[in-house]
């Protein structure tokens, strides 16, 4: 079992910046893909970031390309979102997930209570 904890949200004026933190336990994230997904009011959860084990590979949306960095230190069994030039439409719940899958599986095993963004314009 792996408990997956973000932090990291609040609220921030467009074009600010916040770094988005899901600390693990139970299990280190070395072994696992992690993802950064977003759900906001009345839209459907969405993809927005995923780093391989290692940390070699990232893959984002293409509306948080440019924008946004996906990191992983797995000596600290911490995920990192690093979201810059924010935008209204960028305010959801964020929640970080975990998968033995890859980074483009439909299939995360784990994921935490999410952590809320809101952006004022």
């Known amino acids: 079992q792996v408990q997956l904890v973000e932090s990291g949200g609040g609220l921030v004026q467009a074009g600010g910046s916040l770094r988005l933190s899901c600390a693990a336990s139970?299990?280190?994230?070395?072994?696992?893909?992690m993802g950064w997904f977003r759900q906001a009011p009345g839209k459907e959860r969405e993809f927005v970031a995923g780093?391989?084990?290692?940390?070699?590979?990232?893959l984002y949306a293409d509306s948080v390309k440019g924008r946004f960095t996906i990191s992983k230190d797995n000596a600290k069994n911490t995920v990192y979102l690093q979201m810059t030039g924010l935008k209204p439409e960028d305010a959801a719940v964020y929640y970080c997930?975990?998968?033995?899958?890859?980074?483009?599986?439909?299939?995360?095993?784990?994921r935490g209570q999410g952590t809320q963004v809101t952006v004022s314009s």
């Open positions: 997930a975990a998968s033995i899958d890859s980074i483009t599986t439909t299939r995360w095993d784990y």
């Open positions: 139970g299990r280190t994230l070395s072994t696992y893909y």
């Open positions: 780093i391989s084990r290692g940390g070699s590979s990232t």
